[in-house]
């Protein structure tokens, strides 16, 4: 909601074209990334940019950094719900601990803006977010809007 009214020109994108909800969902969940990070333990020695991680050694990976990362993702820090690749990203992690949700997490949010776009033809936000007082969940507590019409 905060993506879309900060970025109105992608709003009346998608609500012109409703078939980009899903990529508009993908593309929502990087830009925002839910969780900041997971940890890891080194099981081998191992160089990473040119940096030395030894085995042991405890490594913070930033999703939210990924994200944004400039060599891998055309102007990262845009929100454009019809790129190309929208389901590219760090924001479900990555490997075997790969988020098993991130289907269902997808069709959830698929389902809700089918819903939201189907009732509301306008939503306003009216006011800045609350966040969670947390540097894991980038989340929010409170986002005050207002919802004029229904269909
Ligand atoms: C947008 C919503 C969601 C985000 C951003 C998200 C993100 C993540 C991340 C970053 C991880 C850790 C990945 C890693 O350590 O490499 C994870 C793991 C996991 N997620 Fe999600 N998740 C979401 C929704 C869900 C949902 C809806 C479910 C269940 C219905 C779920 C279940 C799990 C489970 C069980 C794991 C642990 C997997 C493992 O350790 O093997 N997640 N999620």
């Known amino acids: 909601m905060l993506a879309l009214h900060q970025n109105p020109d992608q709003d009346k994108k998608l609500r012109e074209n409703p078939d980009l909800i899903p990529s508009m969902v993908s593309e929502t969940i990087r830009w925002q990334t839910p969780l900041a990070y997971m940890r890891r333990s080194a099981l081998v ?9 030894r085995k042991g050694d405890k490594v913070a990976m ?12 055309e ?3 845009d929100y454009i719900i019809d790129r190309e690749r929208p389901r590219h990203h760090m924001s ?3 490997g075997i601990h790969r988020c098993v949700g991130n289907r269902l997490a997808e069709l959830q949010l698929k389902i809700i803006w089918e ?3 189907n009732r509301f033809p306008k939503i306003e936000v009216t006011g800045p977010p609350t966040f969670v007082n947390s540097s894991f969940v980038k989340g929010y507590e409170k986002l005050p809007v207002i919802i004029p019409t229904k269909l």
């Open 45 to 53: 020695d191992v160089e990473i940019g040119g940096k030395t991680i």
């Open 75 to 77: 102007r990262p820090n």
């Open 62 to 73: 930033w999703y939210i950094s990924g994200n944004r990362d400039e060599e891998v993702i």
């Open 115 to 117: 819903e939201i776009l």
């Open 92 to 94: 479900f992690g990555f």
